[in-house]
Structure formats: structure tokens, C-alpha cells
Nanobody, 115 residues
Framework: QVQLVESGGGLVQPGGSLRLSCAAS????????MSWYRRPPGKERELVAY????????NYADSVKGRFTISRDNVKNTVYLQMNSLKSEDTAMYYC????????WGQGTQVTVSS
């Protein structure tokens, strides 16, 4: 069965960095777009970034461009989100998703940016 397991969240000060990981199993990882979403407190879930199957194309929400980098390792079946220059408004539950539609989501990892 499809499984997506996020890790790497935590509490970080403004200006700090975190790297999220999403380990995938149960499907041919290298064939799928992978994406990261987040749900800030009291708000709707929003797309943060996605990466195509080969890793050759990426796209980002305007709010994270220049600060976040999505990448993938098709040998380790893992997608990453490197988050730099974190701001308080980046506080959210972060989820990885198979593709940009459909029902396969991870359970989420909490990122809290606070001094």
C-alpha cells in the first residue's frame, strides 16, 4: 500500500533552517510528481512546492521562493524540502503528497517558527 512518512519538523527560531523528508513506499516513486503542502493554524492547506518525476522541474509558492528548495532522491524514494530563512508565517503542519491531486498524503510534520 502507498505510504508517505514525513519527518524533520520541529521548533526553530526565525531565520533558522530545517530540512523535511518524506519517505515513500508502495508505488513506483520515480514515476510521480511529488509535492509539499502546508496548513497554517486556522487556515486552509496550501501548495508549497512540487517537483516532477525526474527532478528536472520544480515550482514554488511565491511566499517561499528563494527560501525553500524541493528535491528528490529516486534511489532512496524520498522527497525533501529544505527551508531556509524561516519566518513566523511559515509555522504550519507540513504534508507531502503523491502528485498534485488524489488521495495519498503523509500524516504531516509540525514546523513551528518562534523565538
Amino acid at each position: 500500500q502507498v505510504q508517505l512518512v514525513e519527518s524533520g519538523g520541529g521548533l526553530v527560531q526565525p531565520g533558522g533552517s530545517l530540512r523535511l523528508s518524506c519517505a515513500a513506499s508502495g508505488f513506483t516513486f520515480s514515476s510521480y510528481v511529488m509535492s509539499w503542502y502546508r496548513r497554517p493554524p486556522g487556515k486552509e492547506r496550501e501548495l508549497v512546492a512540487y517537483i516532477v518525476s525526474t527532478g528536472g522541474v520544480t515550482n514554488y509558492a511565491d511566499s517561499v521562493k528563494g527560501r525553500f528548495t524541493i528535491s528528490r532522491d529516486n534511489v532512496k524514494n524520498t522527497v525533501y524540502l529544505q527551508m531556509n530563512s524561516l519566518k513566523s508565517e511559515d509555522t504550519a503542519m507540513y504534508y507531502c503528497r503523491r502528485g498534485l491531486a488524489g488521495t495519498y498524503w503523509g500524516q504531516g510534520t509540525q514546523v513551528t517558527v518562534s523565538s
